[in-house]
Every structure is written in structure tokens, then in C-alpha cells.
């Protein structure tokens, strides 16, 4: 739905923005519920650690939403990295969900200087420019 077509956006915006927080923190709740054993083995099934597993959960599902504007400004097709190294692409989220400079990366994002400037900073900079640009780039 369009800003125009909704009467009141701004009021529409924060109840959606609360809705979320309530859906997190329902999702925060859940995980403490959950006990130890219970916990370490759904980490072990993802192959993630279960500290980075707690981390993630804190973080939410828009932790990660920096690494396909990234791709896209490194000329990487994010479908076709998919596609080519699921896995990979999995850790680089991960990657991406826990790091502590996503100030930078959304300023440099915005500002358009994150394809010069992301191996200062990007955690995934080292995958990031070990990737084969022939098999990801977009056609």
C-alpha cells in the first residue's frame, strides 16, 4: 500500500514498528523457554554456534538486510550467489547479522562509497573478494 493511499501513515508506520517488537519479543520469550539441551541441538542441526544462534535471535530477522544492497552495489547477484553457494550466502548472513558496524555500512550504503570503502569494515570483505564475479555477476 502507497503512502498516499493510507490516511494516516505515519500512525500506520509505528503500530507496524510495534507489531514487530511485540513479534520479536515473542520470539525472545519462546527461545528462553527452551532448555539447554533443547537449545545446543537446534544449533547443532543449523551449524551454528549456540551463542551466535542466541545472538541472532536477539538481533531479528532484519539483521542481515545490509548484504544484498552490498551485493548489488559489488555487481553480485544475490539469486545467483543462492543458487551457485547456498551455504555460503548463509554464513555471510550470519556474518552480516552479528556485526558491530552497521552505522558505517548504512551510512556508506546511502552514501554510495560501500563498494570502495567495505574492506575496512565488512566482515565478509575477505569472502566478499574471494568470490568468483564471472559465475554471480548479474547477466
Excluded at 500506520?12 to 527452551?34: C, M, P, T, V, Y
Excluded at 554456534?49 to 530477522?61: K, N, S
Excluded at 563498494?115 to 555477476?137: H, K, V, W
Aim: net charge negative; hydrophobic share 35%.
Amino acid at each position: 500500500m502507497s503512502t498516499a493511499s493510507r490516511p494516516y501513515p505515519i500512525v500506520q508506520d509505528l503500530i507496524e514498528s510495534f507489531a514487530g517488537w511485540l513479534k520479536h519479543r515473542r520470539e525472545l520469550n519462546e527461545l528462553r523457554q527452551l532448555d539447554r539441551s533443547d537449545f545446543d541441538r537446534i544449533a547443532n542441526d543449523l551449524r551454528i554456534a549456540p551463542d551466535d544462534l542466541e545472538d541472532l535471535v536477539r538481533h531479528g530477522h532484519h539483521a542481515a538486510d545490509e548484504l544484498p544492497q552490498m551485493l548489488d552495489r559489488l555487481g553480485i547477484d544475490s539469486d545467483r550467489l543462492q543458487r551457485a553457494q547456498p551455504l555460503l550466502l548463509r554464513d555471510m548472513e550470519r556474518v552480516c547479522s552479528l556485526c558491530h558496524h552497521k552505522a558505517r555500512c548504512n551510512l556508506e550504503l546511502v552514501t554510495g562509497t560501500a563498494a570502495e570503502n567495505y574492506p575496512g569494515y565488512c566482515g565478509n570483505a575477505s569472502t566478499l573478494e574471494s568470490l568468483d564475479r564471472a559465475d554471480i555477476a548479474p547477466h
